[in-house]
């Protein structure tokens, strides 16, 4: 029999309290949530145990505003099987993650669901596109499932799929710990209390050459840095804390640009080695770096990919997007805020 917690009541006869007993019909919810990705200051690379996904290392993290992922489940018996819809087509790509986090969420006897998934930036571009699109399934599909587990559970659901979208259940400024024996998040500040602004270039599209869970553990195997790297980041992850703490930006620029060029020599270092960068994100670093010298607040960070982000303080944002904008070879550049974590926008 299949798991009938995917399927809810509802009172169609309208009868209130001490009338008839009301008549019920048992329908599908389908549900749509909203999740924005993150960027790491403090980055995860490296996985502790990679068959429950638990870093190896902790991370901390700003939530976006204005890119967002939407994602639509609908659990439906009449589906031979689950289907999976990215910005209208179908694909199969990442169909096996996405029905073994709904395994996850609503049980392996769960009835098919269609998963309808749209993201207003480029997605597996270095842009932590997995982040929000997990953050979104899990708070979709739970709803759709008929339950509702608190944030904490479902962070670990997600993090489960993506160590990164964990952090994207939350808003503001985020920790991925690494303690205890699963994967927790905590919300170190909100984006309100520290409204920095986000400015990205983006240098390339495409898939990365090399998806993160394989070139994290090629560089557990391989570099000769991993150790080291695993090794310092609670004094990273400590020195970011009380930066945020104290707002004071020019500590934090100091420690993300450093955190983030170590994961980098991490990667750098492997065999084969991984180098998501490029020659424009070289130019987007050096004019970050010539900002920097004419006394702007801001500073960079880049991911498994080629695209470089800026952050920076709001009075500041017009000189970073001009910056990028005026630099040979960029795509495009977006911007954004900095956001709440996932949430559901409807369940009907
Ligand atoms: O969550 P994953 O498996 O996509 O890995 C994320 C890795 C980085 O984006 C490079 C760093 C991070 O902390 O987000």
Redesign the pocket.
Known sequence: MLNKGIQRTRNYAGLGYNSRPFCVAIEPMPATARAQPNI?LI???GKRDSHRNLPAVG?I?ITLADLFTTMRVEFDDSLRDDLLIVNGRANEEMLPRIRRCLDRVAGAHRHPARIDSASNFPIAAGL?S??SAFAALVVAADAAAGQKHDTAHLARLAGSA????ARSLYGGYAELENSGDDIAVRCLRSAADWPLRVVVAITALGPKPVG??AAMEISRKTSPFYSRWVEQQPLDLAEAGNAIAERDFAKLAAIAEHNCLK?HSVMWGSRPPMIYWNSVTLACMQAVRELQSQGVAVFFTI??GPQVKAICESADESRVRDAFAATSGVKDVLASGLGDGAALIAND
């Not at 993506?162 to 979208?165: E, F």
């Open positions: 790491a980055k995860y690379w991370s993290s932590a997995s982040a993506s160590g990164s979208a993160s869970t994961m991911d498994a």
